[in-house]
């Protein structure tokens, strides 16, 4: 139990367009759905939290314009890097809470900006 | 500021060689801390959540317990499998779901 996924697990793509990243908690409802940035050895990142059926809640220094989060029902969370720039290569990673306790981890996205 | 600080950074170990990995967290309002392995290039693997002081929970070769202020993983008879990144992250109860993760140890252990 507990699954989550994302689609997809890695994606390349040319500076200036944008790429949407799909999460789905697979076996159970997720009221919040968090979206994640890491570098390398680096730790975890939290970019936003999202509600569903609300606005999701940005981190400081992250650009609400530039990643767009749509959490438009109980079981996916849809994070949209728009116009990529090089500086956008990460590795971004969702997870998906049933309540207000335990996360659980997608697999991760690798993006690439050429 | 929430802190949360992981040590050792790096961790090698031979195999059968047992363990501890230690994370200290900021003191006041800890409603939960977790415990999370990370393979390279895939996301966590959530472990154990452990929510009052003398708390402990045991998984395979793994045991975690807590304390007022830090945690302890503790990783008796490792094998090379359990070579990972292990996270840690608290859950303050005045940030609701939010997590604050540490920078985590890396563990090798050898054959």
């Known amino acids: 139990g507990a699954v989550v996924s994302q689609h997809p697990s890695w994606v390349i793509c040319k500076s200036g367009t944008s790429v949407k990243i799909e999460c789905r908690s697979l076996?159970?409802?997720?009221?919040?759905m968090f979206w994640y940035r890491q570098f390398p050895k680096q730790s975890l990142m939290l970019m936003a939290t999202?509600?569903?059926?609300?606005?999701?809640?940005?981190e400081q220094g992250v650009e609400k314009d530039k990643f767009l989060i749509n959490h438009a029902s109980l079981t996916l969370s849809t994070l949209t890097v728009t116009s990529a720039h090089p500086e956008d290569s990460s590795f971004y990673i969702c997870?998906?809470?049933?309540?207000?306790?335990?996360?659980?981890f997608g697999p991760g996205t690798r993006l690439l900006v050429l | 500021e929430d802190q949360v600080t992981q040590s050792p950074e790096a961790l090698r170990l031979q195999e059968g060689e047992s363990s501890s990995l230690n994370c200290s967290y900021t003191?006041?309002?800890?409603?939960?801390l977790f415990w999370y392995r990370q393979d390279p290039g895939k996301g966590p693997e959530f472990l154990f959540t452990l929510y009052s002081a003398g708390e402990e929970k045991e998984k395979e070769r793994l045991k975690a317990t807590l304390t007022k202020k830090e945690s302890f993983l503790h990783i008796t008879a490792p094998k090379p499998e359990d070579s990972a990144t292990y996270l840690c992250?608290?859950?303050?109860?005045?940030?609701?779901?939010?997590?604050?993760f540490g920078e985590g140890t890396q563990l090798t252990v050898n054959p």
């Open positions: 992250a608290v859950q303050y109860k005045t940030s609701g779901s939010r997590l604050t």
């Open positions: 997870s998906a809470s049933p309540g207000p306790w335990t996360q659980y």
């Open positions: 999202s509600n569903e059926g609300s606005k999701a809640t940005y």
């Open positions: 076996d159970f409802q997720a009221t919040t």
């Open positions: 003191v006041s309002g800890l409603r939960g």
